[in-house]
C-alpha cells in the first residue's frame, strides 16, 4: 500500500498562475484533507471532504478550490496564485471524525513569486 | 477563540526523559492528538487521549487533564532519531483539529 501520494512534490509559480495539486489515497477512507504548514504556525485546515462529490471549507479557504469527483482522489486547486500561498501543503486521509488518526502525504512544497 | 500553546523549543540529552507540554483551548473537546514531525516530512500520528489519565505507548506517554485543558507528552530513554518536531491538536465540537505550531525538540548526545 502507498498510503497517501500527493504530486507534484516541489512547485514554483509565478504571481497569477494556476496549478492543482493531486492528492490521492489507497486506504478506502472516507475523509480527506487539505492542510498548509507556515513556519512557526500550526497546520491549518483549507478544504476537507466526508466523502465522494462534498467539499467543505476549512479555516482558511480563500484562494483555494477544491473537488473529490472519486474516493481516492482529493484534488487542490489554485486559481491565480499569490506570494502569500508560498507554503508546504499536505494532503491528508482518516477513518472518520473522531478518534481515528489523520494519515499524511508526504508534502508538496510550492513557492510563488 | 480556539488555542494550542506548547514551547517552541527543547533541548535534552540522549538516554534522558523530556516532557512536553500543551495546553488547549477549544470550542468543545473531542479529544487531544500528539503527532510527530521530522524535518521535511509529513507528521506521523504517537497518540490520542480523551479521557483523563496517562497512556503509554512504549517509550511514549502521553497524559490528558481535562479540567486544567492540559497534556504533555512524555519521552523516555531519549535517541538521537527522536529529534523532531512534536505537535499538539485539539479536536473541537465540530470534529475539527486545532493544531499547536509544533514544538521542536533537539537531542544531543
Known amino acids: 500500500n502507498a498510503g497517501v501520494t500527493q504530486t507534484p512534490k516541489f512547485r514554483v509559480l509565478k504571481t497569477g498562475q494556476s496549478m492543482t495539486l493531486l492528492c490521492a489515497q489507497d486506504m478506502n477512507h472516507e475523509y480527506m484533507y487539505w492542510y498548509r504548514q507556515d513556519p512557526g504556525m500550526g497546520l491549518r485546515l483549507i478544504h476537507y471532504s466526508v466523502g465522494e462529490g462534498t467539499t467543505a471549507k476549512g479555516e482558511v479557504p480563500d484562494g483555494y478550490n477544491v473537488s473529490r469527483l472519486k474516493k481516492q482522489n482529493f484534488l487542490l486547486g489554485l486559481e491565480s496564485a499569490a506570494p502569500s500561498q508560498t507554503s508546504v501543503y499536505f494532503c491528508?486521509?482518516?477513518?472518520?471524525?473522531?478518534?481515528?488518526?489523520?494519515?499524511f502525504g508526504p508534502g508538496t512544497r510550492l513557492t510563488v513569486l | 477563540g480556539q488555542n494550542i500553546d506548547q514551547p517552541t523549543e527543547m533541548t535534552a540529552t540522549e538516554g534522558a526523559i523530556v516532557q512536553i507540554n500543551c495546553t488547549y483551548q477549544t470550542s468543545g473537546f473531542n479529544g487531544l492528538f500528539w503527532y510527530q514531525q521530522h524535518a521535511g516530512e509529513a507528521p506521523t500520528f504517537l497518540s490520542y487521549?480523551?479521557l483523563d489519565g496517562l497512556e503509554e505507548k512504549g517509550r511514549f506517554s502521553s497524559f490528558l487533564s481535562r479540567s486544567k485543558g492540559y497534556s504533555y507528552l512524555l519521552l523516555k530513554e531519549l535517541q538521537m532519531k527522536d529529534s523532531a518536531s512534536y505537535l499538539c491538536?485539539?479536536?473541537?465540537?465540530?470534529?475539527?483539529?486545532?493544531w499547536g505550531a509544533g514544538t521542536k525538540l533537539i537531542i544531543k548526545p
Open positions: 491538536a485539539g479536536l473541537d465540537s465540530n470534529y475539527q483539529l486545532i
Open positions: 491528508a486521509s482518516g477513518a472518520g471524525l473522531a478518534a481515528n488518526e489523520q494519515f
Open positions: 487521549n480523551v
